[in-house]
């Protein structure tokens, strides 16, 4: 079984002036299996963002389902949907969503004091997750203390400390620059690579050819993907840029 399953999936949007129904997204199937790492790319407009809302809970689709270790999003109650967010998704933002009266560390380990847990249990966990991202040094400081880099470094260790199953992350580099886009990048790699989950949202190519597969939306669709394989990072770079082409053109995708 995989770990997150989406079956015919559709999102109709109505707005409140009585217009012409939106359809955001058609009829969208995928899977990602324990530890894969899937980027999704397209054009703004082609319904990845309304995809992300509903893969993490905080939009409803107008049909199909989303299943997350077996069980449907839509089965849950919603008095239990935020502990269902917070114990089983992580999320990166491309805005950090860090609050600036609380330490690095406070920020870190909010979700674990929403979830009533002990001092002890969480300081055990942050310690391992900040030396694994290279912040321990920084979590006595403030977010306006310290740079875009190090902010989002924070925003992936609140990501991580609760063991999600999945991360979520909505374009994750656009807020940073060249250098720590690439220290990001090279993060996500490393908890991937240590069994983590990953799908992310993002306009950059060079993001995406970090991923082991990208899926590429067109219209609300599924409309093409492709796997890493054996393809070094720049060989998948090369074949995003050529997709994305084709799919700008109107061309035929192989």
Not at 194 to 204: F, K
Request: proline share 2%; aromatic share 6%; hydrophobic share 45%.
């Amino acid at each position: 079984m995989s770990l997150l399953e989406v079956k015919n999936l559709r999102k109709v949007y109505v707005t409140r002036l009585g217009g012409h129904p939106v359809e955001a997204l058609k009829n969208v199937n995928f899977s990602v299996e324990e530890g894969e790492y899937v980027a999704i790319m397209g054009e703004s407009g082609s319904g990845k963002t309304t995809l992300l809302n509903i893969l993490a809970a905080l939009d409803k689709a107008t049909a199909g389902e989303v299943r997350l270790d077996g069980r449907a999003l839509s089965d849950i109650r919603e008095s239990e949907m935020a502990a269902f967010r917070r114990d089983n998704l992580g999320f990166v933002f491309q805005e950090f969503n860090l609050l600036d009266t609380f330490t690095l560390e406070d920020n870190i380990f909010l979700p674990l004091v929403l979830a009533g847990q002990k001092y002890a249990d969480m300081k055990r966990k942050l310690d391992t997750i900040a030396a694994q991202l290279g912040i321990s040094a920084l979590l006595k400081k403030y977010p306006y203390e310290v740079s875009g880099g190090q902010k989002q470094r924070a925003a992936v260790a609140r990501a991580l400390i609760t063991a999600p199953r999945i991360v979520l992350a909505d374009e994750p580099t656009g807020a940073l620059d060249s250098k720590s886009t690439d220290e990001l990048l090279q993060l996500f790699s490393i908890i991937n690579h240590c069994g983590q989950a990953v799908l992310m949202v993002t306009h950059s190519v060079k993001a995406a050819s970090h991923a082991g597969r990208v899926l590429f939306i067109k219209d609300g669709e599924v409309f093409h993907q492709l796997y890493r394989g054996e393809m070094t990072n720049e060989q998948l770079y090369q074949k995003i840029s050529d997709t994305l082409t084709l799919l700008a053109t109107g061309g035929d995708v192989q």
